[in-house]
């Protein structure tokens, strides 16, 4: 089994090499805890950066609780795990939503892809890196919290968004996260979401507060990407099963996930080798 993973590392790597189209950044979306809105952030910014004329593939990596089909509204007919034992093609999983979106599901027994066996593991790796230069970004909705096969991703990723809200256990459990990966890879680029802010006010505080406490403790630098103010119109599209940002776009809500994508695609890329190296990495670092 050893001798076959050296072998897929060295075939990867030499593909790694072969120029692109383009880049494809992959972005993790993560929180310290459940509820803080994360998926549903992640499905309307993947429409905003749409929007803003970007290609959009999210992956839904939450191991515990899957549920960007529902805010979808479209049950997924395959999934990665259908996908791997069926033997299709990573094109014959991808839903296709309104503006061009596209979506994987994770689906059941998707907390087993750290054990599959070498063959599903090269086919894994070969299929989701052959998605590399055919998108602009890859946004993977992760698990919340610090299990280990969410550390894999999110550390595999070029840089992570991090979701909280303005309540304390949120904000602890958030930076808990942060904590650790910074233990694990100190350079990893982490952007703060602060979502379901009453006001603008509380919002930048909570901002402030968070990157002050890494700065000192952590001497990690934690920029803020944006606030997200609470609003009746996310939790009305919720029960729809519609993205709010479409459903209702003149919301504030709508209208303040717009700026953080046009203020996100202003910033310097972390990209560093792409689709190819992060699956290189989940599997092998």
Do not use: W
């Not at 950066?49 to 529902?70: M, P, R, T, W």
């Not at 909280?164 to 233990?183: G, L, N, Q, R, W």
């Amino acid at each position: 089994m050893r001798d076959q993973a050296v072998q897929l590392r060295e075939k990867m790597s030499r593909k790694n090499t072969k120029p692109s189209i383009r880049n494809t950044r992959v972005l993790a979306v993560t929180s310290g805890k459940g509820g803080v809105g994360k998926s549903n952030f992640t499905l309307n910014f993947a429409l905003a950066l749409i929007e803003q004329g970007k290609s959009v593939l999210v992956i839904d990596v939450d191991l515990g609780f899957a549920n960007l089909d529902i805010l979808f509204g479209h049950a997924p007919r395959e999934t990665i795990i259908g996908m791997l034992d069926k033997q299709l093609a990573i094109e014959d999983v991808i839903e296709r939503g309104p503006l061009g979106l596209q979506l994987i599901a994770g689906g059941q027994g998707l907390s087993g892809l750290f054990e599959l066996d070498a063959e599903k593991m090269k086919r894994f790796m070969e299929q989701l890196g052959s998605l590399q230069g055919k998108v602009d970004f890859v946004l993977l909705d992760t698990g919340a919290g610090l299990s280990e096969n969410n550390m894999r991703f999110l550390l595999a990723a070029d840089e992570v968004l991090l979701v909280t809200t303005p309540e304390p256990t949120s904000v602890t459990d958030a930076y808990s996260v942060v904590k650790m990966m910074h233990a694990k890879d100190p350079d990893l680029a982490i952007r703060l979401v602060v979502n379901q802010c009453t006001d603008g006010k509380e919002g930048h505080q909570t901002a402030e507060n968070f990157a002050e406490v890494a700065g000192r403790f952590l001497d990690k630098d934690i920029r803020t990407l944006g606030i997200v103010p609470s609003d009746l119109h996310v939790p009305q599209a919720v029960k729809k099963q519609e993205p709010f940002l479409l459903s209702h776009p003149s919301s504030a809500a709508s209208k303040a996930v717009r700026s953080l994508a046009a203020v996100y695609l202003e910033l310097p890329s972390p990209f560093k080798i792409g689709l190819r190296g992060f699956v290189m990495k989940l599997f092998f670092k």
